[in-house]
């Protein structure tokens, strides 16, 4: 802000200044008495104060004109001030309009997730109602369970997912010895589909929450799962270089196509995969990227249609200080 800027809100005030100055100016020079009387003084202050009068008048005329098109965004300001307070609302309205579109494109998106989620889980307790009406079979039965836990945890975590930095413990963990009971909770998948597992890493210790840091790795190997053929391989190591530790998940499923896979991420994505083999909500690999995102983590992938796909989890290195020393000291 410039004093020169300042004058041009404050002009109408330096002209009334300027009237009253000539009008007093001009009532002494024509005064015929030739000296300072009380009555030329009078007579200059009241034609002074009828111009100040008209003024005000007509300044409230102007601001009552200004509050009455205050609604409308197209109006001028009578000062800096007013400038900067029109320059400032219309600032809250931007971001006011954004708010209200990111939340209601949120509550679209969650009423889109939760009729997915509604018709996804339909189908294995439709299975479930089969099996009870036939011989049940216990393999079977187990694995629509799994599915269904496996979409249960999904809104779990799809609610808390705003609210995660309340629940959450950061700690040394084994991330081998969680992938092994992740593989165990589906191993009856693995038997029915002849999918071999790979597990090519003993031990690996990381920086995570365990609890989430399961959920994430469970929703990479149920993707992996899902999209692999009877008889494929999944493999599963871990190494570490310079940057980051790597926990990676390598299937040879179908594989995701090459304009899918900057997008598999996003929330409620399914791509070609998703509708072609099977019904998806789209949101395991998303919720997967989030919570990694909040621990710290991030997961990349890489895919060839009908070849591969590969998933690796990226966790820092040691870089708690409680932790480290919590580690030295065992």
């Known amino acids: 802000m410039t004093f020169l800027r300042y004058l041009t809100y404050e002009k109408p005030y330096i002209y009334v200044y300027l009237s009253c100055f000539m009008i007093s100016a001009a009532v002494l020079v024509t005064d015929s008495s ?20 008209g003024f005000l008048v007509f300044r409230y005329l102007q601001h009552v004109s200004v509050i009455r098109q205050m609604k409308n965004e197209d109006y001028d300001s009578l000062s800096l001030e007013g400038e900067f307070a029109k320059a400032y609302i219309n600032e809250l309205k931007q971001q006011h309009i954004h708010e209200m579109n990111r939340t209601q494109d949120q509550q679209s998106e969650h009423y889109d997730f939760i009729v997915s989620w509604f018709h996804e889980i339909k189908t294995p307790i439709a299975v479930i109602r089969l099996l009870q009406q036939t011989e049940m079979d216990a393999g079977s039965l187990r694995e629509e369970i799994t599915r269904i836990e496996n979409y249960v945890d999904q809104a779990l975590y799809y609610a808390k997912l705003d609210s995660f930095n309340q629940d959450y413990d950061i700690q040394n963990c084994d991330m081998i010895q ?46 992996s799962l899902k999209y692999t053929e009877h008889g494929g391989e999944i493999t599963i190591s871990a190494f570490q270089t310079p940057q980051d530790k790597q926990l990676m998940i390598r299937d040879s499923g179908i594989g995701i196509s090459q304009k ?40 990349s992938c890489t895919s060839e249609v009908g070849e591969f796909t590969q998933f690796i989890i990226h966790f820092p290195l040691d870089s708690d200080p409680h932790l480290i020393l919590q580690k030295n000291t065992r």
């Open 34 to 53: 030739g000296g300072w009387t009380w009555g030329t003084l009078l007579y200059a202050f009241t034609l002074s104060s009828i111009v100040l009068l």
């Open 260 to 299: 899918d896979l900057p997008r598999i991420y996003n929330r409620g994505f399914t791509g070609e995969t998703g509708r072609a083999y099977t019904k998806s909500t789209g949101m395991g690999l998303y919720l997967a990227q989030q919570l990694s995102n909040k621990l710290g983590h991030y997961i």
């Open 178 to 223: 969680i992938t092994k009971e992740i593989v165990k909770a589906h191993s009856k998948t693995f038997f029915s589909k002849k999918i071999r597992i790979d597990l090519q890493a003993d031990s690996m210790e990381v920086q995570s929450d365990p609890k989430w840091l399961q959920f994430i790795v469970n929703q990479l190997l149920t993707n």
